[in-house]
């Protein structure tokens, strides 16, 4: 079945090396189709003839579009990716991924790459401490979250068990 709704991503002419970091960072990705600006576009877009327009990736069977907009659009904090993470180790890998060459560490497992795209490391454990059955356990692991950047798994269960 096809996928029916896809996420296109507004780059500044750099959605290509965008995908192809990504494809790097997960390992079941691919690079799907490019398409180049031609006369008609460039002149209606204001972007070079020949450039990167369109690339289209998939990202562990999630496809995404890359367009090379041009600078007037930014990503913000308002749209995230989020990645759902088994353990530590993969958190860890993914965190240290994404944050790498530029990117940047926000706070409760949220970051920034170095292309400015928001994304949540989220070990999948998580919303069972945060929102729980036990609202006192869960107030303690939510607490502790609060004061993390990257998403500790351990400290979560210690908070959450009262350690």
């Given at each position: 079945?096809?996928?029916?709704?896809?996420?296109?991503?507004?780059?500044?002419?750099?959605?290509?090396?965008?995908?192809?970091?990504?494809?790097?960072?997960?390992?079941?990705?691919?690079?799907?189709?490019?398409?180049?600006?031609?006369?008609?576009?460039?002149?209606?877009s204001?972007?070079?003839?020949?450039?990167?327009?369109v690339?289209?990736?998939?990202?562990?069977?999630?496809k995404?579009?890359?367009?090379?907009?041009g600078?007037?659009?930014?990503?913000?904090?308002?749209?995230?990716?989020?990645?759902d993470?088994?353990?530590?180790e993969?958190?860890?890998y993914?965190?240290?991924?994404?944050?790498?060459?530029?990117?940047?560490?926000?706070?409760?497992?949220?970051?920034?790459?170095?292309?400015?795209?928001?994304w949540?490391?989220?070990?999948?454990?998580?919303s069972?401490?945060?929102?729980?059955?036990?609202?006192?356990?869960?107030?303690?692991?939510?607490?502790?979250?609060?004061?993390?950047?990257?998403?500790?798994?351990?400290?979560?269960q210690?908070?959450?068990?009262?350690?």
């Amino acid at each position: 079945m096809a996928q029916k709704i896809t996420p296109c991503l507004w780059y500044d002419g750099n959605a290509k090396e965008a995908a192809d970091f990504y494809a790097s960072v997960f390992k079941d990705s691919e690079i799907d189709k490019t398409s180049k600006y031609n006369e008609a576009s460039a002149e209606a877009s204001g972007q070079p003839e020949g450039s990167v327009m369109v690339v289209e990736f998939e990202i562990a069977g999630q496809k995404f579009v890359g367009l090379n907009g041009g600078p007037m659009f930014k990503f913000s904090e308002a749209i995230s990716v989020m990645i759902d993470c088994k353990d530590q180790e993969e958190v860890d890998y993914f965190w240290s991924r994404l944050t790498a060459d530029g990117g940047q560490e926000s706070q409760c497992g949220w970051l920034k790459d170095k292309f400015g795209l928001s994304w949540q490391v989220v070990p999948s454990v998580l919303s069972s401490l945060v929102a729980g059955p036990d609202p006192e356990r869960s107030k303690r692991a939510m607490g502790a979250m609060m004061k993390m950047k990257k998403i500790d798994i351990q400290t979560l269960q210690d908070a959450y068990d009262g350690k």
